[in-house]
Protein backbone atom coordinates (compact mmCIF):
# COMPACT_ATOMS: atom_id res chain seq x y z
CA UNK A 1 0.00 0.00 0.00
CA UNK A 2 1.71 3.53 -1.17
CA UNK A 3 0.26 6.09 0.74
CA UNK A 4 0.99 8.58 -2.03
CA UNK A 5 -1.51 6.47 -4.08
CA UNK A 6 -3.68 6.55 -1.06
CA UNK A 7 -6.61 9.80 -1.31
CA UNK A 8 -6.66 12.19 1.23
CA UNK A 9 -9.30 12.63 3.71
CA UNK A 10 -9.42 16.26 3.64
CA UNK A 11 -10.99 18.46 6.83
CA UNK A 12 -14.13 16.87 8.46
CA UNK A 13 -16.82 18.07 10.73
CA UNK A 14 -16.53 17.15 14.17
CA UNK A 15 -19.52 18.36 16.88
CA UNK A 16 -19.57 17.90 20.55
CA UNK A 17 -22.98 16.08 21.26
CA UNK A 18 -23.43 15.94 24.66
CA UNK A 19 -21.18 17.02 27.90
CA UNK A 20 -21.30 15.05 31.00
CA UNK A 21 -20.96 16.76 34.42
CA UNK A 22 -20.78 15.49 37.82
CA UNK A 23 -17.56 14.72 38.68
CA UNK A 24 -16.25 17.45 41.62
CA UNK A 25 -11.98 16.62 40.01
CA UNK A 26 -10.15 15.63 37.05
CA UNK A 27 -11.48 12.96 35.13
CA UNK A 28 -8.78 10.44 35.11
CA UNK A 29 -9.71 7.55 33.03
CA UNK A 30 -13.38 6.40 30.81
CA UNK A 31 -14.43 3.01 29.43
CA UNK A 32 -17.19 2.07 27.30
CA UNK A 33 -19.79 -0.48 27.60
CA UNK A 34 -20.52 -2.54 24.86
CA UNK A 35 -23.81 -2.22 24.77
CA UNK A 36 -22.40 1.57 23.35
CA UNK A 37 -24.53 3.15 24.98
CA UNK A 38 -23.37 3.53 28.98
CA UNK A 39 -20.08 5.04 29.85
CA UNK A 40 -17.59 4.53 33.31
CA UNK A 41 -15.37 7.55 34.51
CA UNK A 42 -13.31 8.14 37.33
CA UNK A 43 -11.16 10.81 39.06
CA UNK A 44 -9.18 12.58 41.57
CA UNK A 45 -11.78 12.78 43.93
CA UNK A 46 -12.32 8.81 44.42
CA UNK A 47 -15.62 9.04 42.59
CA UNK A 48 -16.52 6.26 40.15
CA UNK A 49 -19.41 6.65 38.27
CA UNK A 50 -21.12 5.15 35.16
CA UNK A 51 -23.48 7.57 33.17
CA UNK A 52 -26.71 6.72 30.33
CA UNK A 53 -24.76 8.37 27.58
CA UNK A 54 -28.07 9.37 25.68
CA UNK A 55 -29.13 10.94 28.39
CA UNK A 56 -26.16 12.26 30.20
CA UNK A 57 -27.98 10.55 33.28
CA UNK A 58 -25.64 9.16 35.93
CA UNK A 59 -26.82 5.25 36.89
CA UNK A 60 -24.18 4.73 39.37
CA UNK A 61 -22.14 6.17 41.58
CA UNK A 62 -19.41 5.17 43.99
CA UNK A 63 -17.06 7.10 46.51
CA UNK A 64 -13.60 4.69 46.50
CA UNK A 65 -11.37 4.52 49.69
CA UNK A 66 -8.32 6.23 48.06
CA UNK A 67 -8.44 9.85 45.64
CA UNK A 68 -6.71 9.49 42.20
CA UNK A 69 -8.76 6.51 40.81
CA UNK A 70 -6.23 6.31 38.01
CA UNK A 71 -8.14 3.60 36.01
CA UNK A 72 -11.34 1.80 35.12
CA UNK A 73 -13.10 -0.67 32.76
CA UNK A 74 -16.72 -2.20 31.99
CA UNK A 75 -16.84 -5.93 32.12
CA UNK A 76 -17.74 -7.44 28.34
CA UNK A 77 -20.70 -8.21 30.00
CA UNK A 78 -22.04 -4.86 31.02
CA UNK A 79 -22.83 -6.18 34.70
CA UNK A 80 -19.65 -4.93 36.47
CA UNK A 81 -17.14 -2.36 36.50
CA UNK A 82 -13.29 -2.27 37.40
CA UNK A 83 -11.58 0.73 39.21
CA UNK A 84 -8.54 1.34 40.99
CA UNK A 85 -5.53 3.82 41.46
CA UNK A 86 -3.55 4.73 44.39
CA UNK A 87 -4.82 2.00 46.80
CA UNK A 88 -2.90 -0.04 44.50
CA UNK A 89 -5.76 -2.49 44.23
CA UNK A 90 -8.27 -3.28 41.27
CA UNK A 91 -11.57 -3.54 42.88
CA UNK A 92 -14.66 -4.63 41.00
CA UNK A 93 -18.13 -3.57 41.61
CA UNK A 94 -20.91 -5.84 40.39
CA UNK A 95 -24.04 -3.48 38.61
CA UNK A 96 -27.60 -4.05 39.37
CA UNK A 97 -31.12 -2.82 37.96
CA UNK A 98 -31.24 -1.43 41.18
CA UNK A 99 -29.55 2.03 40.68
CA UNK A 100 -30.12 2.91 44.89
CA UNK A 101 -28.09 -0.09 45.70
CA UNK A 102 -25.12 0.24 47.59
CA UNK A 103 -22.45 -0.72 45.15
CA UNK A 104 -19.92 -0.57 47.76
CA UNK A 105 -21.43 -3.02 49.82
CA UNK A 106 -20.79 -5.82 47.02
CA UNK A 107 -17.22 -4.76 46.51
CA UNK A 108 -14.56 -7.20 45.55
CA UNK A 109 -10.76 -6.65 45.90
CA UNK A 110 -9.26 -8.60 43.05
CA UNK A 111 -5.88 -7.58 42.71
CA UNK A 112 -2.93 -5.92 44.93
CA UNK A 113 0.69 -3.95 43.33
CA UNK A 114 2.88 -2.79 45.81
CA UNK A 115 2.90 0.45 43.95
CA UNK A 116 -0.69 2.65 42.26
CA UNK A 117 -2.72 0.67 40.19
CA UNK A 118 -2.40 2.60 36.09
CA UNK A 119 -4.85 0.74 34.10
CA UNK A 120 -7.03 -2.37 34.11
CA UNK A 121 -8.89 -4.37 31.39
CA UNK A 122 -11.08 -7.05 31.36
CA UNK A 123 -10.27 -10.00 29.04
CA UNK A 124 -12.28 -11.38 26.54
CA UNK A 125 -14.63 -12.01 29.83
CA UNK A 126 -15.59 -10.86 33.29
CA UNK A 127 -13.69 -13.90 34.69
CA UNK A 128 -9.99 -12.28 34.21
CA UNK A 129 -8.63 -8.82 34.38
CA UNK A 130 -5.48 -7.68 33.32
CA UNK A 131 -3.97 -4.92 35.45
CA UNK A 132 -0.93 -2.47 35.31
CA UNK A 133 1.15 -0.60 38.15
CA UNK A 134 3.51 1.62 39.17
CA UNK A 135 5.46 -1.26 40.89
CA UNK A 136 6.70 -1.60 37.40
CA UNK A 137 4.85 -4.71 36.29
CA UNK A 138 1.48 -5.95 34.71
CA UNK A 139 -1.03 -8.53 35.95
CA UNK A 140 -3.58 -11.24 35.14
CA UNK A 141 -6.26 -12.23 37.90
CA UNK A 142 -8.57 -14.05 38.34
CA UNK A 143 -11.93 -12.27 39.30
CA UNK A 144 -13.69 -14.92 41.31
CA UNK A 145 -11.06 -16.39 43.77
CA UNK A 146 -8.41 -12.85 43.54
CA UNK A 147 -5.51 -15.27 42.23
CA UNK A 148 -2.38 -13.84 40.47
CA UNK A 149 -2.40 -16.05 36.95
CA UNK A 150 0.13 -14.27 35.42
CA UNK A 151 2.63 -11.71 36.42
CA UNK A 152 4.90 -9.59 33.47
CA UNK A 153 8.10 -8.43 34.35
CA UNK A 154 10.07 -6.39 31.99
CA UNK A 155 9.91 -2.82 31.99
CA UNK A 156 11.95 -0.99 34.17
CA UNK A 157 10.16 1.99 35.84
CA UNK A 158 6.10 2.31 36.13
CA UNK A 159 3.83 0.92 33.72
CA UNK A 160 1.30 3.52 32.83
CA UNK A 161 -1.15 1.80 30.46
CA UNK A 162 -2.04 -1.58 28.41
CA UNK A 163 -4.15 -2.51 25.66
CA UNK A 164 -5.24 -6.43 24.88
CA UNK A 165 -5.31 -7.20 21.19
CA UNK A 166 -8.25 -7.97 19.46
CA UNK A 167 -9.55 -11.21 20.31
CA UNK A 168 -8.91 -13.18 17.46
CA UNK A 169 -5.74 -12.23 16.84
CA UNK A 170 -4.58 -13.99 19.98
CA UNK A 171 -3.46 -14.03 23.68
CA UNK A 172 -1.13 -10.73 23.45
CA UNK A 173 -1.50 -7.21 25.25
CA UNK A 174 0.97 -4.21 25.14
CA UNK A 175 1.95 -2.28 27.77
CA UNK A 176 3.83 1.32 27.87
CA UNK A 177 5.52 3.33 30.65
CA UNK A 178 8.10 5.77 32.15
CA UNK A 179 11.09 3.40 30.56
CA UNK A 180 10.12 4.93 27.31
CA UNK A 181 9.60 1.42 26.35
CA UNK A 182 6.18 -0.61 24.59
CA UNK A 183 6.40 -4.26 25.27
CA UNK A 184 4.19 -6.78 23.77
CA UNK A 185 3.39 -9.63 25.51
CA UNK A 186 2.26 -13.12 25.39
CA UNK A 187 -0.25 -13.56 28.22
CA UNK A 188 0.07 -17.45 29.28
CA UNK A 189 3.31 -17.98 29.28
CA UNK A 190 4.05 -14.06 30.81
CA UNK A 191 7.26 -13.74 28.24
CA UNK A 192 7.40 -10.31 26.43
CA UNK A 193 7.92 -11.27 23.06
CA UNK A 194 8.61 -7.63 21.57
CA UNK A 195 10.19 -4.44 22.85
CA UNK A 196 10.39 -1.43 21.19
CA UNK A 197 11.66 1.42 22.47
CA UNK A 198 11.96 5.08 19.99
CA UNK A 199 9.79 7.33 22.14
CA UNK A 200 11.84 10.40 24.01
CA UNK A 201 9.82 10.24 26.93
CA UNK A 202 7.30 8.53 29.05
CA UNK A 203 4.59 6.58 26.56
CA UNK A 204 1.41 7.48 28.36
CA UNK A 205 -1.56 5.55 25.81
CA UNK A 206 -1.20 2.73 23.74
CA UNK A 207 -3.49 0.96 20.98
CA UNK A 208 -4.12 -1.42 19.15
CA UNK A 209 -5.09 -1.01 15.18
CA UNK A 210 -8.52 -3.17 14.95
CA UNK A 211 -6.67 -5.65 12.41
CA UNK A 212 -4.27 -6.50 15.24
CA UNK A 213 -1.26 -5.90 13.36
CA UNK A 214 -0.06 -2.69 14.61
CA UNK A 215 -0.36 -0.74 17.69
CA UNK A 216 -0.13 3.09 18.32
CA UNK A 217 1.50 4.97 21.05
CA UNK A 218 1.12 8.47 22.48
CA UNK A 219 4.37 9.87 24.73
CA UNK A 220 5.02 12.73 26.93
CA UNK A 221 7.74 13.47 23.92
CA UNK A 222 4.58 15.28 21.74
CA UNK A 223 4.17 12.56 19.33
CA UNK A 224 2.17 9.49 18.62
CA UNK A 225 3.85 6.77 17.30
CA UNK A 226 2.88 3.51 14.90
CA UNK A 227 4.31 0.14 15.07
CA UNK A 228 3.74 -2.56 12.80
CA UNK A 229 4.17 -5.68 14.96
CA UNK A 230 5.04 -8.01 11.63
CA UNK A 231 7.84 -6.12 10.59
CA UNK A 232 8.48 -5.27 14.06
CA UNK A 233 9.29 -1.36 13.70
CA UNK A 234 8.40 2.04 14.20
CA UNK A 235 6.35 2.62 10.79
CA UNK A 236 5.39 6.25 11.43
CA UNK A 237 5.43 9.31 13.56
CA UNK A 238 2.64 11.72 14.43
CA UNK A 239 3.71 15.24 15.19
CA UNK A 240 4.07 18.86 13.89
CA UNK A 241 6.39 21.34 15.33
CA UNK A 242 3.55 23.22 16.63
CA UNK A 243 2.83 20.50 18.72
CA UNK A 244 4.97 20.86 21.89
CA UNK A 245 2.54 19.39 24.49
CA UNK A 246 2.83 15.53 25.77
CA UNK A 247 0.14 13.11 24.06
CA UNK A 248 -2.06 11.37 27.15
CA UNK A 249 -4.28 9.14 25.45
CA UNK A 250 -4.68 7.53 21.96
CA UNK A 251 -7.58 5.94 19.92
CA UNK A 252 -8.48 4.41 16.43
CA UNK A 253 -11.31 5.06 14.61
CA UNK A 254 -13.72 1.66 13.43
CA UNK A 255 -11.39 1.27 10.20
CA UNK A 256 -8.07 2.15 11.69
CA UNK A 257 -7.96 5.39 8.90
CA UNK A 258 -7.93 7.96 11.80
CA UNK A 259 -5.95 7.82 15.02
CA UNK A 260 -7.36 10.58 17.43
CA UNK A 261 -4.80 11.77 20.47
CA UNK A 262 -5.41 14.04 23.50
CA UNK A 263 -3.04 16.48 24.60
CA UNK A 264 -2.07 18.21 27.23
CA UNK A 265 -2.79 21.26 26.08
CA UNK A 266 -6.55 20.78 26.05
CA UNK A 267 -7.07 19.92 22.46
CA UNK A 268 -7.67 16.48 20.36
CA UNK A 269 -6.02 16.04 17.09
CA UNK A 270 -6.81 13.77 14.52
CA UNK A 271 -4.34 12.10 12.27
CA UNK A 272 -5.15 10.25 8.73
CA UNK A 273 -3.20 6.69 9.95
CA UNK A 274 -1.84 6.22 6.48
CA UNK A 275 -0.91 9.63 4.91
CA UNK A 276 0.56 10.91 8.22
CA UNK A 277 -0.64 14.19 8.25
CA UNK A 278 -3.64 16.07 10.84
CA UNK A 279 -6.98 15.91 9.34
CA UNK A 280 -8.31 18.06 12.35
CA UNK A 281 -8.27 19.62 15.80
CA UNK A 282 -10.57 20.05 17.97
CA UNK A 283 -10.74 22.68 20.77
CA UNK A 284 -13.92 22.08 23.33
CA UNK A 285 -12.09 21.12 27.07
CA UNK A 286 -10.75 23.76 29.38
CA UNK A 287 -7.59 22.07 30.64
CA UNK A 288 -5.84 18.96 29.76
CA UNK A 289 -7.43 15.58 28.01
CA UNK A 290 -6.84 12.81 30.14
CA UNK A 291 -8.64 9.73 28.91
CA UNK A 292 -10.31 9.06 25.01
CA UNK A 293 -12.23 5.94 23.71
CA UNK A 294 -13.89 5.37 20.95
CA UNK A 295 -17.46 4.10 20.74
CA UNK A 296 -17.87 0.52 20.30
CA UNK A 297 -20.32 1.41 17.25
CA UNK A 298 -17.30 3.71 15.62
CA UNK A 299 -20.04 6.41 15.99
CA UNK A 300 -18.35 8.76 18.38
CA UNK A 301 -15.78 9.34 20.91
CA UNK A 302 -15.59 9.97 24.35
CA UNK A 303 -12.70 12.47 26.14
CA UNK A 304 -12.35 12.69 30.16
CA UNK A 305 -10.67 16.07 31.15
CA UNK A 306 -8.99 17.82 34.22
CA UNK A 307 -11.58 20.31 33.63
CA UNK A 308 -13.91 17.95 36.06
CA UNK A 309 -16.04 16.87 32.38
CA UNK A 310 -16.43 14.27 29.91
CA UNK A 311 -17.64 15.29 25.99
CA UNK A 312 -19.10 12.80 23.82
CA UNK A 313 -18.03 13.78 19.92
CA UNK A 314 -19.09 12.60 16.88
CA UNK A 315 -17.89 12.75 13.68
CA UNK A 316 -19.02 12.65 9.64
CA UNK A 317 -16.53 10.67 8.03
CA UNK A 318 -15.70 7.03 9.10
CA UNK A 319 -18.70 5.45 7.67
CA UNK A 320 -17.23 6.17 4.14
CA UNK A 321 -13.85 5.72 4.79
CA UNK A 322 -14.75 2.18 6.38
CA UNK A 323 -16.62 1.14 3.13
CA UNK A 324 -13.48 2.91 1.02
CA UNK A 325 -10.56 0.41 3.11
CA UNK A 326 -12.85 -2.62 3.18
CA UNK A 327 -13.30 -2.36 -0.83
CA UNK A 328 -9.07 -1.66 -0.93
CA UNK A 329 -9.12 -5.02 1.46
CA UNK A 330 -11.37 -6.73 -1.22
CA UNK A 331 -8.81 -5.71 -3.77
CA UNK A 332 -6.10 -7.20 -1.94
CA UNK A 333 -7.67 -10.46 -1.24
CA UNK A 334 -8.41 -10.87 -4.99
CA UNK A 335 -5.17 -10.31 -6.10
CA UNK A 336 -3.38 -12.26 -3.36
CA UNK A 337 -5.89 -14.84 -4.71
CA UNK A 338 -5.05 -14.30 -8.05
CA UNK A 339 -1.41 -14.82 -7.59
CA UNK A 340 -1.86 -17.85 -5.61
CA UNK A 341 -3.60 -19.75 -8.57
CA UNK A 342 -0.74 -18.34 -10.93
Known sequence: LDPEKVEGLGQFVMKTRRTLKGHGNKVLCMDWCKDKRRIVSSSQDGKVIVWD????????????????????????????????GLDNKCSVYPLSLDKNENLAAKKKSVAM???YLSACSFTNSDMQILTSSGDGTCALWDVESGQLLQS????????????LAPSETGNTFVSGGCDKKANVWDMRSGQCIQSFETHESDINSVRYYPSGDAFASGSDDATCR???????????????????????????SLSGRLL???????????????????????FGHENRVSTLRVSPDGTAFC??????????????????????????????????MLIKEL
Open 53 to 84: AFTTNKEHAVTMPCTWVMACAYAPSGCAVACG
Open 113 to 115: HTN
Open 152 to 163: FHGHAADVLCLD
Open 226 to 252: LYDLRADREVAIYSKESIIFGVSSVDF
Open 260 to 282: FGGYNDYTINVWDVLKGTRVSIL
Open 303 to 336: TGSWDHTLRETCWNKDVFVCIQLMTFQHMIEQMN
